[in-house]
């Protein structure tokens, strides 16, 4: 199962510089030091070929399969002197196993060849700089996060650090993105050294430090929706869904893959780098904001109002500017909170402001003062074109601007406030609520000095009756 975000997008102009470094960074360390492995081995190789060991260790071994791997008997059976040897030089456990004997015989040359085999083996980068479980190392802690087990291996994480990582550098700035890349690859770490304890296979991948990349992808995003690509084995698709919601189906993935999935992989590194990732990231933000707000695509509109757009943009390619006004006017009637669609039917009919269209589209505007979903800045924006567009005003009945100077006084817009009273109180308005807005403004003016403003505003709301609606 593969699940990847597929519409964060980077922004160039803030480029990330540490997800690009790091991405670098394991490509030369998989090109110029992992490309030596082969010589180091060979000369490994050579040396226990060349010494006394393989004659005298082979019965030892077959002990150690008695002693502490008897189920490798079959398969000891079956692969002959391949497995055999293949053991012998490469199983860190056996070579654990084996000093303690040599001492104990007092074998000391035989004990000085196996030691100069091990450190000779030991310069292949795995086991120099892997993550061993049972013999935890500093060098292995941070190691293990640059180095790769093939091109598959490093391709397939530079990949997964390059979508994630660009969203999450740009929300958290590169020096904490590289901070936290490090400590929850060092999480990742801890959980499979507590879940694999006792284990000589050495660890190695960025797996975990990208697992953790991805945690606070999850983390910066929250409950927006967003798209995704998915794979289920031979099924592929697209679905959307809050950020949050894959966290648990990565966790079960994790899960899954330990108990039924290949045995090579270090899925408890993958689920404690997610896991740490993520309250890294909450934490971080919880204590500051984003760096910069996260990119998010436009969201569509419903195919409907999508298609009357459409429909609208067309007539006016053809030159058809009163069929376009035509069908915005219905397609506003039919969406009267759209408000892509009541801009279109404004512009479309400003070229006659004295029109009944025109002041038809903004009092379609101006009736969203009621929805607390539009921005009180659009609606003080839309009135003040409005005004200088026209002689008059007629689209200002005494039900919106009672809406938009309801508004005014939430959003504090106390000029726009001042104008639409004072339109109110010339229309000769009766209504509870304007007796309350002229307070607020009075109060307003009196907090800033304006003592005759505050003066003169109590005077013409006291002056209105307070009775009867609009």
Known sequence: MLIIPIQNKPDWRRPPLMCFALILANLLMFVFYQG????????????????????????????????????????MDVEGEEFVYRELLWNPEFHQWLLPKLELEGQTEWLQQRQNFAELRDQVSSLALGLTPAEPTISGAFGHMFLHGSWDHLIGNMVFLLLFGLSVELALGGLWFITLYLIGGLAAAGLHMLVESGSHVPMVGASGAVSAIMGMFVAIYGVRRLRFFYTLGFMFGEFSAP???????????????????????????????????????????????????????????????????????????????????????????????????????????????????????????????????????????????????????????????????????????????????????????????????????????????????????MELTRAMETSGQP
């Open 243 to 457: 950020a949050l919601m894959v966290l648990p189906l990565w966790l079960g993935k994790e899960v899954f893959g330990y108990f039924y999935g290949d045995a090579g992989i270090a899925y408890w590194a993958h689920t404690g780098g997610l896991l740490a990732g993520f309250v890294l990231a909450l934490m971080l933000l919880y204590w500051r904001p984003p760096v910069q707000a996260m990119p998010e695509e436009e969201e569509e509109l419903p195919s409907p109002q999508k298609s009357a757009l459409t429909r609208i943009d067309r007539f006016q390619e053809e030159g058809k500017l009163l069929e376009a006004a035509e069908a915005a006017a219905a397609a506003v009637r039919q969406y009267p909170d759209n408000l892509p669609l009541i801009q279109r039917y404004i512009d479309l009919t400003a070229i006659s402001p004295d029109s009944e269209a025109f002041h038809r589209a903004n009092l379609a505007l101006f009736a969203q003062g009621a929805n607390p979903a539009i921005d009180t800045r659009i609606l003080a924006a839309g009135y003040q074109r409005y005004l200088n567009a026209t002689q008059k005003p007629r689209a200002l009945t005494a039900k919106v601007c009672l809406l938009m100077a309801r508004r005014a006084a939430e959003a504090k817009h106390w000029s726009w406030l001042d104008e639409l009273l004072n339109r109110l109180i010339a229309q000769q308005v009766q209504h509870p609520l304007i007796p309350k807005l002229g307070t607020a403004l009075v109060n307003y003016y009196r907090r800033i000095g304006e003592e005759a403003r505050a003066r003169e505003t």
């Open 36 to 75: 030596g492995d082969e010589a180091r081995w060979q000369k490994a190789e050579e040396y226990y070929f060349s010494s006394d060991l393989p004659e005298l260790e082979e019965q030892h071994f077959l002990i150690y399969v008695n002693e502490e791997h008897p189920e490798w008997r079959l398969q």
